[in-house]
């Protein structure tokens, strides 16, 4: 471990001096590149050092045992050195952690496709709810949520929403929340007071760059229609609406959230990239199957990963075993004692894998 730390703050030297070289900051793609991967890393160097100066801190205090002390002054030096040595262990385990692979796409913004399943109308609702749960999220956060497209139902749902998150480490959190999310509670058009189980599904796909994912014009289908309202009502009478066609695999994507054809086409693009994007990402996993993340953060999309039940204010990961009984919090994006502990579940996997390897 050492010898990696060591050649990580070796690269984070050379990049010092690259970023002080008058032809890199005169060159933008360098200049960029060298200073995202500098602060990539120093969080890492930073630790590193505070454990070599521990270290050596630990190594001063034991050959001090070694003079001739007074009672006192070795029951001093003996106390620092424990204090010492569980710093010690801490930098131990938190580098370990941080030397783990870092996933490329946790940086990016993400683009969240939530989806009414199984329950009609409650189930829309519920996607109403996850959007708006995942909206004070991104708050929380300092991220900014912007709707792509949606379809609202009449009692205020969502068949679909789709929308983008903007803001750093977005996909890092977000990608947790991949799966089928399911409501238990009594519908307010229930009048027998039954207990209703309904489902929604969230994609969250990071946004992919044009550098990643080359879309070619003559490729993709341009398509432009009138917006329209809950139910299919008409609500624009321009034709703003656009829906893109990638000819070459099929993937759909329309956008009537603004009244500019052109901010729609924008938005579109962006969601058919990551489409894209994730459908050769998802390719590759499978084809390097062993290669493959701990589960915890590749949930497939059809698989149920949390239960909210109102009855009894609960709250249930099934991919950790976690439960909270903190329903209203969550649902008003409370969502990070729920994240942390996924991020912890995969770091602990990690490092078993590590081991074993």
Not at 190 to 206: K, M
Not at 246 to 258: N, Y
Request: charged letters at 35%; a negative charge.
């Amino acid at each position: 471990m050492l010898e990696r730390l060591q050649a990580v703050e070796d690269r984070y030297e050379q990049l010092n001096e690259w970023l002080s070289d008058p032809d890199v900051v005169n060159d933008t793609r360098k200049l960029r590149e060298y200073s995202k991967e500098q602060a990539d890393i120093s969080e890492i160097v930073e630790k590193y050092r505070e454990y070599r100066d521990t270290t050596q801190q630990l190594e001063d205090a034991k050959a001090m045992l070694q003079d001739n002390l007074d009672d006192e002054m070795q029951d001093m030096v003996k106390m620092e050195m424990e204090e010492l040595s569980s710093k010690q262990e801490e930098l131990e385990e938190t580098l370990r952690v941080l030397l783990l692979p870092k996933d490329p796409n946790d940086d990016k913004n993400v683009i969240v496709e939530v989806r009414g399943a199984a329950g009609g109308d409650e189930a829309s609702l519920f996607a109403g709810d996850l959007y708006k749960m995942y909206s004070r999220f991104a708050e929380k956060n300092n991220w900014k949520a912007e709707v792509i497209e949606s379809t609202p139902t009449e009692l205020g749902g969502f068949s679909k929403i789709i929308f983008m998150i903007n803001g750093e480490g977005a996909y890092s959190k977000m990608k947790y929340e991949n799966g089928a999310h399911r409501v238990q509670r009594v519908p307010s058009t229930e009048s027998g007071g039954r207990i209703h189980t309904s489902t929604a599904t969230v994609a969250v796909l990071p946004e992919a760059e044009e550098v990643e994912v080359d879309l070619h014009d003559k490729d993709i289908r341009v398509d432009t229609f009138a917006a329209s309202g809950p139910g299919g009502q008409s609500v624009n009478t321009t034709m703003s609406a656009v829906r893109l066609t990638h000819e070459p695999t099929g993937v759909v994507v329309s956008c009537q959230d603004e009244k500019s054809q052109l901010k729609n086409k924008d938005k579109a693009m962006k969601v058919l990239r990551a489409r894209i994007y994730d459908m050769y990402k998802q390719e590759a996993e499978q084809e390097y199957a062993d290669n493959r993340k701990s589960a915890v953060g590749t949930g497939d999309r059809s698989e149920r990963i949390r239960t909210y039940n109102f009855p009894q204010s609960r709250v249930t990961d099934h991919r950790i075993g976690l439960t909270v009984q903190k329903l209203d919090q969550i649902l008003q994006g409370e969502l990070e004692q729920i994240i942390e502990a996924l991020i912890v579940e995969e770091q602990a996997e990690m490092m078993e894998q590590a081991g074993e390897a």
